[in-house]
């Protein structure tokens, strides 16, 4: 079963970009199309989410200045990959940190 790679970049206020992916280890199956609809589903305005809920690593670009720039990174894609996984995280924990993701509690 190949594994999923979820692809991710931050932008800041004067549009500079970073680059980043993690790969989940995918033994459980999970079907890219059904990891995409939840994904989506979570986006902030259709594109951006907060990595640290997600789980993931936050990056920035090189000056960054937090009082301007936003804290969200941006969804690019996911896509299987026969990359080995670079996360321990498994894909099904990270969709169940998603769906937890911006709920009001």
Do not use: Q
Request: some cysteine.
């Amino acid at each position: 079963m190949p594994h999923i790679k979820f692809s991710y970049r931050y932008r800041d206020s004067a549009n500079y970009k970073k680059f980043d992916f993690v790969i989940f280890d995918n033994c459980m199956g999970v079907d890219l199309f059904e990891l995409e609809t939840l994904i989506n589903s979570k986006l902030i305005d259709g594109e951006c989410f907060y990595a640290t809920e997600w789980g993931l690593p936050e990056f920035f670009t090189e000056y960054v200045d937090i009082s301007v720039d936003p804290t969200w990174h941006e969804f690019e894609r996911v896509a299987y990959t026969d990359e080995p996984a670079n996360t321990l995280l498994a894909v099904a924990d990270f969709m169940e940190r998603i769906e937890k993701a911006n709920k009001i509690v």
